[in-house]
């Protein structure tokens, strides 16, 4: 058993981080999305620097955590070659980062801090917008599958009804 293993057994949420890196539209998804302050307003992700993946923001400055209750688009930000992702979804364009359009809300934030964690860099960034353009199921990452939790309360509702 290993960390991942038990980590695995823990459902977490899911937003699409975007930004422009070298005039280009960069994003990825994350399940370490959180918020860290009320006052000031701040938010946090994590990016492997393994991969490289902190380096657009760093470099930017800023980014947005698109909010989604889609799984096809949880797996283009998941799975898809890099440079291919924005070529499959539909954005707006902000000086913070691509908007998603299927996103049902999204927060906007300029980086405050980053800080190094072993594999990872802790990306905190102060938030400057917030939009929610409908109430929406959010998706979890749960046992290598994502799931909108409105599927996950029809599916408890069934077990229950059989004890």
Do not use: C
Not at 28 to 38: E, Q
């Amino acid at each position: 058993m290993n960390l991942k293993d038990i980590m695995r057994t823990l459902p977490l949420g899911v937003v699409v981080i975007t930004t422009f890196w070298n005039s280009e539209p960069v994003g990825m998804l994350v399940n370490t999305f959180n918020s860290v302050s009320l006052e000031p307003p701040l938010v946090m992700f994590m990016a492997d620097v393994r991969k490289g993946n902190e380096r657009p923001f760093k470099e930017s400055g800023t980014f947005v955590a698109n909010f989604i209750d889609n799984v096809e688009i949880a797996k283009i930000f998941a799975y898809e070659n890099v440079k291919q992702r924005f070529s499959k979804v539909k954005y707006l364009y902000d000086p913070y980062g691509p908007i998603l359009e299927d996103s049902y809300g999204y927060i906007k934030a300029k980086i405050r801090e980053i800080y190094r964690a072993g594999d990872h860099d802790i990306i905190v960034g102060e938030v400057s917008d917030i939009k929610m353009s409908k109430i929406s199921s959010s998706l979890v990452y749960y046992n290598r599958s994502f799931w909108r939790i409105d599927e996950v309360e029809k599916k408890m509702e069934k077990e229950m009804i059989k004890y």
